[in-house]
Every structure is written in C-alpha cells, then in structure tokens.
C-alpha cells in the first residue's frame, strides 16, 4: 500500500496573538512552529496502516524553506520519505494550495505507482479553510469523506466513521480514496530519539513551484476584541472558596 | 439573488439565512431534507430521489450546481457546520471556484470584501472572495437567527447525477452510548489542564464537576499525556463548549484551548500562576494550588446545599 499525507507548518502561538506591523502575518519571531492536531493524527494513522500491511508512507507540504523542520517531526513518527514544495514566505490561496499538490501527487504517481489513500487534515490549524482534501480529490476523480474518527482498510475498501451527534455515521469507500481526519482518530506517539535521528537520513525531494494570484485574497489580519480582560480575584488558596461559591450562587449553579 | 443551503431545521440555518438577507435582494433556498420547514424565503427549491435518503454530500452538491446554473445566484450560502462546509467545499471543486469558510461579515461587490475566522475564531482576516458566484459559510453564533414568516414556493426537483455523486454516503449510523452530561451541551463544565499533575488528579474534578450537574473538560496536554480521552478535550480541535460557567483548572489558557471556550457566559479560572494568560480571557480567578482550591470549593458547595435543605 502506499499512503500520502499532507501537512502545513503554522506557528505554535502561546496565550496571545501578536501580528506584524503590516497585518499581513501573526509575529513568530519568537514562536516555534508546528502542524494542526488534526494533521498529526494523519500522520500516525499513515504509519500504523503502513506497518500493518507494508508499504511506502509520503509526507507531502507546502511551505517556506523551514517547513522542512515539519517534514523531519513527520518522519520521526515513522513516515519513509518527504515532498517539500518551497514556497516564499507568501501564504497560498486553498486553491493555489490544492493545485500545488496535485501537480506534485501526479509526478509522484508517475513514478512510483498510485496513492491507495490520501490524508488531510479537516482543517487547517491556521487558516482554517475546510476545502484543500475535497479540491484535490475532485482533481484526481477520487472519493473523499471529511471530519474522520475512524478510518479501517477492509481489503479493496475504506470503512470511515465520523463523530455526530447521536452517534456514528459510517461510509465505505472504494480505494484509493481521500481523506480528512480530526483529532482524536487516534492518540500519536512520541518519536525516539533513535527515530528523530533516523529522519535526519531519510529523503527530502524537494521543488519550488510558482504561486498562481490568490482568489480568496488576504487584505489583513484582525485581532478579534476580548482579549485584554482583567480577571477579577476571588481570594488566594482554599480562602477563595467562599467567595467562589457566592459567584457561583449568583449565577444561579448552586 | 442569493441561494442558501439549508442542510435541516435549526438555528445555524436560521443565521446563514439572516446573513443572507443582509447581502440584499431577493433570497432563495435549497435543502435535500424534505423535513426543513423553511419560511421567509422566495422560493424553497427541494431535491428529491433515493440518492437524497442518507447523508451524500457530493449528490446535494450537484444538486447545488444544477441550481446554481440555471438561476446565477450572485452567492451561495450556507451554515459554517462541518456539513456546510463540506457541501459548499464540493461545490467549490465541481464549478472551479474559490470558497471562503467561517465568515463573521461580507460586503458585496466585485470581489466580495469578506471577514473570516482564522485560528478557530482567535483571529480574523478581512479578504477579497472572487468568483462569478461567491461562495461562503457563516460562522456558527456571530449573527443573531431570526424567524421569518411566510410560506415560500416550493419547487421539487429531481437533478441529474452521476455515477462518482453516490459513492460517498452514509451507509450506517451507529448509534452512542447513552452517557453523562454532553460537554458541548453542559451549563457547567469544570476542566483541568496540565496542572492535575496525573490522571488521578482528575478525582476532585469529577467530585465538583458532579456537585454542579457539570462536565468535566481538559486541555490537549492532558489528552496528549492519555490521562483523558479526546472527547474531553475543549479547544480548536475539541468541542466548543457554550457553559453558564466555564471553570478551568490548571490550564495556562492557550489561544487554541480559549477558542474552545468562547461561547462561555462566564470563566473561573484556578490558577497557582497569577501572570497565566488565561487570566485575560477570565472573567473571575482564584489564585492558588488547584489540589487545595478545588476540594475547597467542593466542601463550601456541600455547606451550601445542606443549609438550602435545612432550610427547607
Ligand atoms: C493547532 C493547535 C490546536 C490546538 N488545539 C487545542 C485544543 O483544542 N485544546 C487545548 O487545550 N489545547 C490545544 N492546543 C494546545 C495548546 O496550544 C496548549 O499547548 C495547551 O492548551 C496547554 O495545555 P495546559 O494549559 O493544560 O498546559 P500548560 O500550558 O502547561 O499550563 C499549565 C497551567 O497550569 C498551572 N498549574 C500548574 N500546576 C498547578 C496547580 N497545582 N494548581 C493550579 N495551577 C497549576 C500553570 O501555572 C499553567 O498555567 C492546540 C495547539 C495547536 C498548535
Ligand atoms: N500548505 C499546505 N501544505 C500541505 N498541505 C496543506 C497545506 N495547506 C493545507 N493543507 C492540507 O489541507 C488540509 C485542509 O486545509 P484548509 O483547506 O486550509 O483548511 C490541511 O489540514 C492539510 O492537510
């Protein structure tokens, strides 16, 4: 089997957002990076499905020259190899973004054989724009199910399952398909230092495709209000508790 | 003109429908759920056939497209659900345009002047949506639903689809079982973060959690270490909670954790850390070890009610 899985590198923001002077950007020259829980979860499923039934694992991103830092945490966790299309600091539109992967599935395919499955995040962490897995999979004529909690390759079909409310609703997808998940598919590990050392080694195949003009056109960045309140303090130790308590009786809890 | 997807009868599909209304001019509606009452709209335009039985996202998608050829709505609208955003996403790759998710706020024109929600709602972007026909979701909770009376023309049709349509679609539904207090749906929720120290830090959470006919939360350090499951987990990539009282123990209060938390009438947070973030996001904090603070507060909620019931 062979499984792809695509991640974006976003900063890791702490308890506040600070932007840049021109808005275009959240500030991180003090940030370290990352990628969405979601996509990680893609991530760990890919390498168990790939240990269970052999087979090639591939991380795919589209980002700036440090996203190769993303790639590496990728194939610590036990991922065989990375694609890295380098982008300029420029943020990609999501169709630009899907375009990008597509051209980069269809070369990859070429040489090595078809993806069976293609894993996205549900969302991305940062722009949170919940279309990049369905656009590529129309790209390529595949099936895609979003928002999954479950994902079982059953032979020639993928059984999914997403969290409703009320319950579970199941798909079964012929494969290769694509897929997005959602935190809580399953619970990733934490890389050894063995494998963090082995991902040093594994290949990085790396390109710079050009952005095509945005259609869905960032004009600026806002910090929404509500950040900035005062908490008010209801006491110090177990001596808040009464007060605590009368907050809460006016609230009408108690 | 602008055409809504109305996915069924709920308030979600009551804000898309008022932040249509808002675009101006004439306002449309679509649904493959032959139960959504829609009222207040010009004409509710109703997909029929075996392929609308069970959830299909691509076929109520085609059906979207089919409607969006023959009328050129200037917009098409839906509710900022996981399901909202899939439909119109599938929409989005079918017609080759571009989609903008979560958005607070749109300003017509060409392009569009749209505000989305980035970051789970912890931040937002103004942007320019092109497109001959604007595709967008409304985030859940920003514009206020309103019932607007009126029975609408009801058009039925049957659209025409293919084969790769029915592929995806709910063949199954499994149904949960029946648990305790739903977190998304409590009127308290009592968290812990990383500051519970071990799983077993969780006991006096539970106990107060119970005193208030509340949830018990947690952060993603806690899920992360296995202490909860990721059902618990409140935040970006958790469940959106809404309580009367949000009460956050141990939790430094992250952006992606309070984008979690948003809906919350009022936060508590208990804190030994009198400079921890959350605290700008709190409306009331006790400062102290959680291990001492939180049984404390247990002990007072039980003097409470036995003097209530003394009293009564
Ligand atoms: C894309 C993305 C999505 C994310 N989604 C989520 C999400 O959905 N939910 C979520 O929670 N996080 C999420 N995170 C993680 C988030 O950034 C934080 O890492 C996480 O919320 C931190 O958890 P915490 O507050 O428990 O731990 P910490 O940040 O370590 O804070 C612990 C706090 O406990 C206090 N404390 C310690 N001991 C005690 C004690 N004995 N008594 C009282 N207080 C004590 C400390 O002062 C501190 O404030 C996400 C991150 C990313 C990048
Ligand atoms: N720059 C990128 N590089 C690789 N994958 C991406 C990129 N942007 C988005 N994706 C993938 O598409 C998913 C959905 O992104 P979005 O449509 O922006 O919410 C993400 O969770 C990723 O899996």
Redesign the pocket.
Same mark, same amino acid.
């Given at each position: 089997m062979r499984i792809l899985v695509c991640v974006k590198r976003?900063p890791?923001t702490g308890g506040k957002i600070v932007l840049t002077e021109d808005a275009q950007a959240i500030e991180t020259r003090h940030l370290g990076f990352?990628i969405?829980?979601h996509e990680e979860c893609g991530v760990e499923e890919a390498v168990r499905l790939i240990e269970a039934s052999g087979g090639e694992s591939v991380v795919l991103t589209l980002g700036p020259p440090e996203a190769v830092e993303q790639l590496r945490d990728a194939m610590a966790l036990g991922i065989d190899r990375a694609v890295h299309l380098v982008s300029d600091v420029e943020e990609w539109d999501p169709q630009a973004t899907a375009g990008a992967i597509v051209e980069a599935i269809r070369a990859d395919e070429a040489a090595n054989g078809p993806f069976d499955l293609v894993f996205f995040g549900n969302e991305s962490?940062d722009a949170g724009n919940y279309q990049v897995g369905i656009r590529v999979a129309y790209a390529l004529g595949r099936p895609v199910v979003t928002g999954l909690k479950g994902v079982a390759v059953e032979g020639d079909v993928v059984r999914c399952e997403q969290e409703v409310s009320g319950g579970r609703d199941v798909y079964v997808l012929p494969l290769p398909a694509v897929v997005t998940v959602l935190e809580g598919l399953n619970l990733p590990r934490y890389p050894s230092v063995p494998a963090k050392l082995r991902a040093q080694r594994k290949p990085v195949e790396a390109s710079s495709p050009t952005r095509p003009s945005s259609k869905l056109e960032k004009v600026r960045l806002v910090v929404p209000e509500g950040q900035g309140k005062e908490a008010v303090i209801l006491g110090h130790g177990p001596e808040a508790a009464p007060a605590v308590v009368e907050m809460l009786q006016q609230i009408g809890v108690v | 003109m602008v055409l809504v997807y109305v996915e069924e009868p709920s308030e979600l599909g009551q804000q898309a429908l008022a932040f249509a209304r808002e675009l101006g001019g004439p306002v449309h509606a679509f649904t493959a759920d032959v139960t959504a009452p829609v009222e207040g709209v010009e004409t509710l335009y109703v997909a029929e056939g075996d392929a609308f039985a069970s959830y299909a996202p691509a076929a109520i998608a085609q059906a979207l497209v089919e409607l969006v050829e023959r009328l050129s709505p200037a917009a098409v609208v839906a509710a900022g659900t996981e399901r909202g955003n899939e439909v119109l996403a599938h929409v989005a790759a079918k017609l080759d345009l571009p989609f903008s998710a979560n958005c607070v706020a749109a300003t017509t024109g060409d392009p569009f002047l749209v505000t989305r929600v980035r970051w789970g709602g912890s931040l937002l972007e103004e942007a320019h949506l092109h497109g001959n026909v604007k595709l967008l979701t409304v985030q859940p909770h920003v514009v206020a639903a309103e019932e607007r009376a009126g029975e609408p023309a009801v058009e039925r049709f049957t659209p025409a689809l293919s084969e790769a349509d029915l592929v995806v679609r709910v063949v199954e539904r499994v149904p949960a079982a029946a648990g305790g207090v739903s977190l998304a749906e409590a009127k308290v929720v009592v968290s812990c973060?990383? *500051?519970a *120290?071990s799983p077993e830090g969780f006991g006096i959470i539970e106990e107060l959690a119970g005193l208030l006919g509340g949830a018990v939360g947690c952060?993603? %350090? #806690?899920t992360m270490a296995g202490w909860r499951p990721h059902t618990d !987990? #409140?935040? !970006?990539?958790?469940t959106k909670i809404a309580p009367d009282i949000y009460i956050a123990? *141990?939790?430094?209060g992250?952006t !992606?954790?309070m984008a979690?938390c948003k809906g919350a009438k009022a936060i508590l947070a #208990?804190?030994?850390?009198p400079e %921890?973030p959350i605290l700008a996001s709190a409306d009331y904090a006790a400062i102290g070890?959680?291990?001492e603070v939180v049984p404390a507060i247990s002990a007072e909620i039980r003097k409470a009610q036995a003097q209530k019931a003394g009293r009564g």
């Open positions: 976003v890791l990352t969405s829980p962490a | 973060g990383r *500051g *120290g952060s993603r %350090a #806690v !987990q #409140v935040g !970006q990539t958790g123990c *141990g939790i430094s992250a !992606q954790h979690g #208990v804190n030994t850390d %921890a070890d959680l291990h």
